[in-house]
Each structure stands twice: as C-alpha cells, then as structure tokens.
C-alpha cells in the first residue's frame, strides 16, 4: 500500500512539474508566487477544476514565499520535502492566529505530499506556515 501511493503521488508530482514548465518563464521565478495551474478544459467555465499549487521545502525553507489561488477553490497543494527533518503546511487568517484554517500533517523527507483543501472565500492575503518551523518557513497565501 504505501509503495502504491509512493508511486501515485510521485505520477501527480510529474503531472505538476510538466504543467508547470510548459507555462514558459526564464527559469528564475524561485522566489515568485506560484501559478495556480488548472486542468485541462479550456473550453470550460472553470468552475470544477481543481487549482494545483506546489511547495518545495529545503534546507529548512520554502522555495516560495507566496502561493496564489481564487477564492473558495479547491486547492491541491503538492509539497516536496527534501529535508531528512519532519515539516508542515498550514493556513492561517495572519500570522499571529493560533487556530488555523487548514492544518496539514507532518512527514519527513526526501518525499513529498499532496495537501488538499479549499482556498478561503474571501479574497485577501492569508498566511501560511510549517508549524514545526514556523519562524523560518513561511508566506503569504494570496486569494483573488
């Protein structure tokens, strides 16, 4: 069980990644907000499709500092752990609020996770943390 959704979760990381450098970019948007990357559907309304965002924590960081995502949308979060060490994502209102929004579950790397929630409704910068490490990785968490 656990190789199988090893195996899923790394098909979703490879679907993302793809998505995301098809979009073009020089390469040098390490410290951009992240492009919420839609499913196929062109022709459609937008209204089911799931916004997916991802999330790279290294040496004790994120590899972004804002994430972006349109109010009230399902988001799947896919966070790539390359520290030996245990790290999280969490959503908060700010980023003194003690009672988050969305917690997610710990887990050590190398591996990653595909986080799944829905981005708050109403438009507004929120915060976003690792709860273990919450004074060195954390952002913004944009709602259009």
């Known amino acids: 069980m656990n190789l199988a959704r090893t195996a899923a979760l790394m098909l979703v990381l490879v679907f993302v990644i793809t ?65 030996s ?18 917690a997610g579950q710990r887990f050590a790397g190398p591996s990653f996770l595909t986080y799944g929630f829905t981005a708050p409704e109403t438009p507004g910068t929120y915060h976003f943390q690792c709860d273990i490490h919450p004074n060195a990785m954390k952002g913004d968490f944009v709602v259009k």
């Open 85 to 102: 060490i245990e790290h999280t994502f969490s959503l908060y209102p700010l980023a003194d609020s003690k009672d988050p929004l969305f």
């Open 19 to 83: 998505l995301l450098g098809s979009c073009g970019g020089d390469g040098n948007d390490k410290n951009k907000s992240a492009t919420a990357t839609q499913a196929a559907g062109q022709g459609s309304d937008g209204a089911d499709e799931e916004i997916k965002l991802t999330l790279v924590a290294e040496n004790t960081k994120f590899d972004k500092t804002t994430l972006e995502a349109p109010a009230g949308k399902d988001v799947a979060l896919t966070m790539e752990n390359k520290d």
